[in-house]
């Protein structure tokens, strides 16, 4: 077992702990739970077994696991971040909105 | 009525002076005080001014927009927007509403590149790097095309008080309005306006800023 293997293994099963305390607290639901342990389990799989990745990525016409699993992590940090701008962008406007009306309050007509 | 809208962010030093001044052109000044952490709020209210404020600062477009709501309530005929930190010369105003009337326009913007006069008390920055960018967005992001869109004078009647809903709580209003004349088909002008800077105002950060809530303003209600 090379270093980084060894490494990501033990900061997977950390996160998966994480994830059970989380859950404990009551602060995530079943599926919440059950989809980070599977996706951790399966981040685990691939760090172990990297030529597992490179069957799918030959169907796809992707020569090497490893660039399939950086162009699929990719998107979905990019798209991740995208949803979290236009998130942050609607929260930004329901607090002005908020602001207004706690501003408008006392106005008589 | 016309009601004079002053977004205020900690500017204790001028809103006095401002609000003194505009009392003698409009019917009621009303002071948006946007969270200032100074005295702002109590030294508009001394000058004269009606005072709304904001627990917490959120942008000179939310001001904007709640002196609006306000001149709605109130059933103001018209508004006009003017920068509390005595940027702008209330001697344009009486010309502006002129003008506005003779053109049965909706909409006046106060341009500081009407006149070669006016136009050379602007730094040349703005004048040669910021405004061509800033025209190019404004384009881009449709509104009616002008000399100045980034300029905080402005006058809307009743009409354009309705149609126009500021959802741009930072400095992106001001592309926010050109676009939203266009999209209600209002009659607009652009009179010239004397500015006197004190400070640079925004730069090429800000502008940077203005283009990315126009670009995500795209992507949410």
């Known amino acids: ?109 | 009525m016309f009601l004079a809208i002053v977004p205020a962010y900690n500017e204790s030093d001028r809103v006095g002076s401002v609000v003194r001044s505009l009392l003698s052109y409009v019917d009621t000044v009303l002071v948006v005080d946007d969270g200032s952490t100074d005295t702002t709020a109590k030294i508009a209210r001394q000058a004269g001014a009606t005072v709304l404020s904001h627990r917490l600062n959120r942008g000179q477009g939310a001001a904007l927009e709640t002196g609006h709501a306000y001149a709605r309530k109130i059933g103001a005929t018209h508004v006009l927007h003017f920068d509390a930190d005595g940027q702008f010369s209330v001697g344009d105003i009486i010309p502006a509403r002129e003008a506005m009337k003779q053109a049965k326009a909706d909409v006046v913007f106060g341009s500081r590149y009407a006149t070669e006069k006016h136009n050379l008390r602007v730094p040349w920055t703005k004048r040669v790097l910021l405004r061509p960018i800033g025209k190019i967005v404004d384009r881009l992001f449709g509104g009616v095309h002008l000399s100045d869109a980034h300029n905080g004078f402005r006058i809307l009647n009743k009409k354009a008080l309705e149609c126009i809903h500021l959802s741009h709580s930072g400095m992106a209003h001001a592309s926010e309005v050109p676009a939203l004349v266009k999209k209600y088909g209002l009659r607009y002008i652009e009179v010239p306006v004397s500015v006197t800077y004190h400070e640079y105002g925004q730069g090429v950060s800000g502008g940077i800023r203005v283009v990315r809530d126009l670009v995500l303003g795209k992507f949410s209600k």
């Open chain 1, 1 to 109: 077992m090379i270093i980084f293997q060894f490494l990501f293994i033990l900061f997977s099963l950390f996160a998966i702990i994480t994830v059970i305390k989380r859950k404990k607290d009551a602060v995530m639901s079943n599926v919440g739970t059950t989809f980070w342990i599977i996706f951790w389990m399966l981040t685990d799989v691939v760090v172990l077994f990297p030529d597992s990745t490179t069957l799918f990525a030959n169907r796809l016409g992707i020569g090497r696991g490893s660039d399939l699993i950086t162009y699929v992590s990719l998107a979905i940090v990019f798209f991740v971040l995208f949803r979290l701008h236009v998130k942050l962008h609607e929260i930004e406007r329901d607090i002005t909105s908020v602001v207004r009306k706690d501003a408008l309050k006392d106005v008589d007509v």
